[in-house]
């Protein structure tokens, strides 16, 4: 079936394979070694016995050595890339300009402004027959025009096709700046992707487009595989193929039995050596996705047209097929592209819907609803026109209807269409998604700088809504350097490591070769790159610190890896979250065999009959000396906050060999040598950020596999608990008995008593954690949804990742599954870069709701006068060509400049703003209607008595194609001065008096002001006709500017004015937010479900006021367990302060703690203090 796609590019391939093959360079052709990787199993083993004899020969073929790896000789990686192909799949082709020009050019509006001012231009052109018309097409053609007038009537038609072509352009080259800055994200992504091969005899790390055929690669747990290839040797490893099969079971590989490994599959378990055979296009995933590419270009672009959102997420439909870009194409891709043909098409057209975010759910809304409001008004308009005109002309002045006039009536009704249409354009917040986007665009690539490497857009923005984030503790809150600080070893408990004299050599040697050979061969400790730095670690963490302790004991871990390389290893269990632990059977040289295994030490502990004494002879381990040893010795270190390792080892016979795939009877019975207390620091700026994130209202919960004392303890050293609370740190075995029923099924009501107060979960499964997941984000116990981040480096922490709302994976430590399941991935591992994307997610929000008080502000202003002026004077004040400009102002720049403002501090000092809280706050309201009343007050007085004023000319009833007047002129100088003052003012929304602060940090917002106010003068000065504007002098600039400021003093007397004051405001965020109620599980509607919102409205008020009614119902309750009246006025004040959606700033956290704590189960018996 492969052999098919593309036909011209493997072509080219084969040609040059075969060229190459006759001059034998090597013993194998692609075409041979992709016909081997489609083989399975048994097949697979047969095929390379009948070809090649076995694994040795195919390595010789392909001229490499199975335990020191091809050379890393330049010309014959160069030879290789030339036969057997790159490691990269030819990206995708970017949409060239114009056809982004051409998107464009799809908005209804434009097009419809388009083809007015086509008929506008073609009709001012036409001449009516005969010199007399004049008087007889009445007010049609009267007034006061000239030849040359009547001969410039073709400029309006003209200039709102070239503000139409501006704003085309701009659109265009915003969509291309975006596209070009994902691409540069996504090879980022894919550069960051290394492996592990073997050249030299040495173990290095490639970037993995640098992976050739002929490779020796070290796979390991958690790897997403690079390329096709054959297992050489491997150590009990299990493969999930559903990327490519579909089937979830995990597949057990081994040389004998089944060595085939596919890209794009992930090590679930185990570790190994593989020859890498298939690269790239040639490999089983390249094959599925060069299909996938050829087939697939037509229906991409319709599909993108379909899908593509609100905020302009273009990271779901473009980049998802773009992601292979720069060097390490391949290693991102195999996931996404190899889920089978269906799969990935479905997923490209449902991702939109299903990835709808908070704020992009509350857009949507909001912009379908002021979308119908400004069709209802331009209709209006329209209607109102064209009747005052008819009327006027036909029925009052009793004018006949004449055939030569007809144009010109014809031209009045366009005109009046036009208006109509302005009137659209300016009420249709086209704005919008263009400020998201550069708002979260502008966001992600700061945040860059801060560690976080944002893979899904709308994750930057969700984050700001974070209500809880759950941790791990190692390498996130902890520096993640392990270092052996205690043991007990020979009966003696050593708070510090002991000086290796004091210590029996039978025990010492077991504890070094226990050590040595049962951890990966890949952990190593490399001597310090600077001098007087600390050695590296290389490798598992925890087994680093264990090598480190044998280094501490002046013995070396290399000489006895020397003397039993891995390959020569009889059996090994690697660690999962199952087992918790690892083990390694080596056959001894005098016969039998010796197991020796580390893991948690409980855990191993129990599985122990015997210990090593003093002088290194075993002795009985009895039930009671465990209790013993668990109270003083393990508890102890553990409440240090250091990690307990147990090492141990057990002796079988050679003959009858045991059976060992039966671990339970293996795993048991074993010796203990040692149990080492391992330290793992807190970051030095973790217990600081956490601080931060209490202080804005996001719990912070620690999820880890360690032990409780130990957790518990470095939860106290961060921050995350302190003595005295009222807290929960339980083990995964309790929360799991306190959350299943009798049937052993998760319920949400148990699991609402425990989740409140649990700030510490330990000894943990990866189910542990997905299942608190989903109780926190599926619990209703507060009035909003909880939006939870959850951080994970591991392979099995992919489901929680995917169920979280914002899934961060570690850059250093995280495995690959890892990172492809997650958000966000911290490049430094860091707690702290947490909360950097929680300040830049709140300012996302913020950002859009700046924006949103400037555009509605000039939208109700600028509909108001078009529609009115038109009604009374048959004309707006603001011409079509004007009204662009003012969009452009209001949209593209507006977007800008308040969506690039910088994050401050002052960010996380308060609460998370939650899923139903309305996009316009009651402040945002106030100041909207606010300025919207000064701006109109203004408009009208210059409307209707500006030309006393001025002593100008009046410009209103004015004829069909009259040159401009001074009089609107200064109106539409007056109104573009009054947004640009204004868009100051719309820097903050919080009802904060200094607009000017921190206004020089954003150089974009300065330079846009100052340069919009600098074309503004230009087109005033030398607009004329175009523009219908008409050069004013020095005096009338100063009025108009004067007027402008105005906005900043008014800003000041809105200010004042104390919400509470205004009782209907309280109305108006309600509404919303009732609006908002039934949305939370509507996030995922699709636009038909949108025009429904009446529906929706009126089934929210019903759910808001039962859901209010029960809140009074259970505080009531409360209240009889309680005393005093204060309690209760409290409470009540609070619930109206909730309904009422109130600013923050309003909402004091006290009040709301005993709200939330009222209404929690668990807290009814609780003594009142801890309220």
């Known amino acids: 079936m492969g052999d098919l796609t593309n036909s011209d590019f493997y072509a080219k391939n084969q040609r040059n394979s075969s060229s190459a093959n006759h001059e034998g360079d090597f013993g194998v052709s692609v075409m041979e070694l992709r016909g081997l990787m489609e083989l399975r199993g048994g097949e697979a083993v047969v095929k390379i016995q009948e070809d090649y004899g076995d694994m040795d020969g195919l390595c010789q073929r392909l001229k490499t050595s199975p335990t020191e790896g091809l050379s890393g000789d330049v010309t014959d990686l160069e030879k290789r890339k030339e036969a057997f192909g790159q490691n990269l799949i030819p990206p995708k082709k970017p949409k060239t300009f114009l056809e982004l020009i051409w998107e464009a050019l799809q908005d209804v509006t434009l097009i419809i402004l388009e083809v007015a001012a086509l008929i506008s231009l073609g009709l001012s052109f036409y001449q009516p027959p005969g010199g007399d018309t004049g008087d007889s097409c ?32 701009v659109t265009a080259f915003n969509d291309w700046s975006k596209e070009k800055q994902f691409r540069g994200l996504q090879s980022r992504i894919e550069q960051e992707q290394k492996f592990q091969v073997v050249r030299g005899a040495q173990v290095i790390q490639l970037p993995v487009a640098d992976i050739v055929v002929g490779d020796i690669a070290q796979i390991k747990y958690g790897d997403l595989l690079p390329a096709d290839g054959v297992l050489i040797q491997g150590n009990d490893l299990k493969i999930d193929e559903s990327s490519l099969t579909g089937e979830s079971d995990h597949v057990k590989k081994t040389a004998d039995r089944d060595p085939m490994l596919l890209s794009g599959t992930h090590v679930m378990e185990g570790s190994g050596r593989m020859l890498v055979t298939a690269v790239g ?17 037509g229906e991409e672009e319709k599909k993108e047209k379909r899908g593509k959102m609100q905020d302009g997420n273009i990271e779901n439909n473009q980049t998802k097929v773009k992601k292979q870009d720069g060097a390490a194409a391949m290693e991102m891709q195999p996931l996404k592209s190899a889920e089978g043909g269906e799969t990935e098409e479905k997923k490209k057209t449902n991702v939109s819907k299903k990835e709808k975010s908070v704020l992009q759910g509350k857009l949507t809304k909001l912009a379908v609803q002021i979308g119908k409001a400004g069709l209802v008004m331009s209709a209006i308009t329209v209607i109102i026109l064209v009747l005052y005109f008819a009327v006027d002309n036909f029925v009052l002045q009793k004018r006949p209807w004449l055939t030569e006039c007809t144009p010109i009536y014809v031209q009045y009704f366009v005109k009046f269409f036009i208006i109509g249409v302005t009137v659209l354009v300016v009420a249709v917040p086209e704005g919008l998604p ?53 043991c007990y070893i020979g009966d003696v408990h050593y708070k510090e490591i002991p000086d290796p004299g004091v210590l029996s050599n039978k025990s010492l040697d077991i504890l070094v070769n226990a050590i040595s050979l049962n951890s990966a061969y890949t952990t190593k400790i490399l001597p310090a790159t600077k001098e007087g730095g600390l050695p590296m670690q290389v490798g598992n963490k925890t087994e680093c610190g264990l090598l480190g302790l044998v280094l501490k004991l002046k013995r070396d871990y290399q000489p006895i890896r020397n003397q039993i390389p891995e390959e020569k290893l009889y059996k090994v269990y690697t660690f999962n979250s199952v087992r918790k632990s690892m083990s390694t059977v080596i056959k001894l040289p005098e016969g039998g065999f010796r197991m020796y295994s580390k893991g948690a030490s409980e855990i191993v502990l129990k599985k122990c009959t015997k210990i090593l004494n003093a002088e290194g002879e075993p002795r009985v381990f009895r039930p009671r000396d465990k209790d013993e040893m668990v109270k003083k010795v393990i508890e102890p270190m553990a409440c240090d906050g250091l990690r307990t390792i147990c090492v141990a080892y057990r002796d079988f016979p050679a003959d009858p060999e045991p059976l060992w795939d039966n671990e339970n009877d293996i795993l048991n019975e074993l010796t203990a040598v040692c149990v080492v207390g391992i330290e793992d620091p807190v970051r030095p700026e973790v217990p600081a950020a956490i601080v931060r994130c209490q202080r804005a209202g996001i719990t912070v919960r620690m999820v880890t596999g360690d032990n409780l004392n130990t957790a518990r303890a470095i939860a106290m050293k961060c921050g995350i608990i302190h003595p005295g609370e009222d807290f929960l740190a339980i083990d995964g075995k309790e ?54 981040a959850v951080t994970g480096d591991g392979t099995n922490d992919g489901p929680a990742l995917k169920k979280a709302d914002v899934g961060f994976a570690m850059g250093i430590a995280g495995t690959d599954v890892a990172k492809e399941a997650s958000d966000i991935i911290l490049t430094d591992d860091n707690f702290s870069s947490i909360v950097k994307a929680v300040m830049w997610g709140r300012n996302v929000y913020d950002s859009i709701s700046k924006f949103l008080q400037f555009q509605l502000t000039v939208n109700v202003v600028a509909v108001i006068v078009a529609f009115t002026g038109a009604c009374i004077t048959q004309d707006s004040p603001l011409k079509a060509v004007q009204m662009l400009w003012v969009n452009l102002i209001m949209d593209t720049f507006a977007s800008l400049a308040l969506a690039t403002e910088p994050p401050t501090e002052a960010l996380l000092m308060r609460k998370p703003y939650g899923r139903n809280k309305p996009l316009i706050s009651s402040t945002m309201t106030k100041n909207i209607l606010g300025h919207g009343i000064y701006q109109l007050v203004i408009i009208f007085s210059l409307l209707f008595v500006g030309e006393q004023i001025f002593d100008i000319d009046s410009g209103r009833n004015a004829p069909l194609h009259s040159p401009p007047s001074e009089h609107y002129t200064i109106i539409f100088n007056t109104f573009v001065l009054m947004q640009l003052f204004n868009e100051i003012n719309a820097r903050k929304i919080h009802g904060e008096r200094n607009v000017f602060d921190g206004i020089f940090r954003n150089p974009i917002f300065c330079s846009i002001v100052f340069g919009t106010f600098a074309i503004q003068i230009v087109i005033v000065q030398l607009g004329g006709k175009p523009f219908s504007c008409t050069p004013l002098d020095l005096e009338k600039w100063g009025w108009c500017t004067f007027l402008g400021l105005g906005e900043l003093v008014w800003g000041q007397v809105i200010a004042t004015i104390p919400n509470s004051k205004l009782r209907f405001l309280r109305g108006a965020g309600q509404l919303t937010k009732k609006n908002e109620m039934p949305g939370d599980e509507d996030m995922n509607e699709d636009n038909e479900e949108i025009d429904h919102a009446e529906r929706e409205l009126r089934r929210g008020q019903v759910l808001w006021f039962r859901g209010l009614s029960r809140i009074q119902t259970q505080i009531d309750v409360v209240n009889t367990f309680k005393s005093g009246s204060s309690f209760q006025g409290q409470l009540r004040r609070q619930s109206s302060t909730t309904s009422q959606n109130q600013d923050v700033t309003n909402v004091s956290s006290p009040s709301h703690m005993s709200l939330s704590n009222a209404l929690s189960p668990t807290s009814t018996a609780a003594p009142a203090g801890q309220c």
């Open 434 to 486: 263009l400020a998201v986007t550069i708002s979260l665009a502008y966001s992600v690539k700061k945040m860059m700088k801060d560690n976080n490497l944002v893979r899904h857009l709308d994750a930057c923005e969700t984050m700001g809504n974070a209500t809880a984030i759950c941790s791990d503790k190692t390498g996130t809150l902890t520096t993640n350097r392990m270092t052996a600080v205690a």
């Open 138 to 169: 009445g007010t049609a053609a009267g007034g006061g025009e000239d030849e040359g007038e009547a001969e410039s009537g073709w400029i309006e038609g003209a200039a709102i096709l070239l503000s139409v072509a501006c704003v085309v352009l």
């Open 735 to 788: 929360f799991n008995r306190r959350i299943r029923n009798e049937k052993g099924e998760v319920e949400q009501e148990r699991m609402d008593k425990v989740w409140p107060k649990l700030r510490v979960l330990a000894r943990s499964s990866p189910t542990d954690k997905h299942t608190l997941v989903k109780g926190i984000i599926d619990s209703t116990l507060t009035d909003q949804r909880q939006v939870v």
């Open 281 to 297: 296009v040639n490999s089983q995933t390249g094959i599925i996705f060069t299909l996938l590419g050829a087939g697939e270009v």
